[in-house]
């Protein structure tokens, strides 16, 4: 009887820790629609994020996170870029910054519907760290991610 307890209880603990945090799969739009926008993608993983899924890839030689609703609705893609493909217009938007003297950590590019471009930069200062988006023409969108 002790047994058959720790192996109901085995059984009642695993369940739950297998199944938060891990890969899911979306629904068939979600994945059709995937892969016609990224018919070369591979290394593809899912996550569902509340009604969303994202997914991290690989495609012609760049890392990307896509989202998606659960209708299959594309919702932007992000991909790291180096400081270097930064467009000169972001690069004076973040001089012309209240941010100019803070550490750049990351850089990515957002592409979103509509065919617009944004880019996210991950600045820090002291103990603080702020999400910055900027315009493909170096406006300051937010500083507040």
């Known amino acids: ?12 603990f695993t369940i739950p820790l297998d199944t938060f945090g891990q890969a899911s799969i979306p629904p068939l739009n979600v994945t059709k629609a995937f892969n016609q926008k990224f018919p070369f993608a591979h290394t593809i993983k899912w996550h569902s994020e509340g009604k969303d899924y994202k997914t991290v890839f690989k495609a012609e030689g760049y890392s990307y996170e896509a989202m998606y609703n659960n209708n299959g609705d594309w919702l932007m893609t992000q991909r790291t870029i180096s400081m270097k493909e930064l467009p000169s217009a ?5 001089t012309n910054s209240k941010f100019s003297t803070w550490k750049l950590n990351s850089v990515y590019v957002l592409f979103l519907p509509g065919m617009i471009t944004q880019y996210r930069l991950i600045v820090s200062s002291g103990g603080d760290t702020k999400n910055l988006l900027f315009s493909w023409d170096g406006k300051l969108l937010n500083d507040n991610l």
């Open 1 to 12: 009887m002790k047994t058959l307890i720790l192996l109901l209880l085995s059984i009642c």
């Open 90 to 94: 972001v690069k004076t938007g973040l």
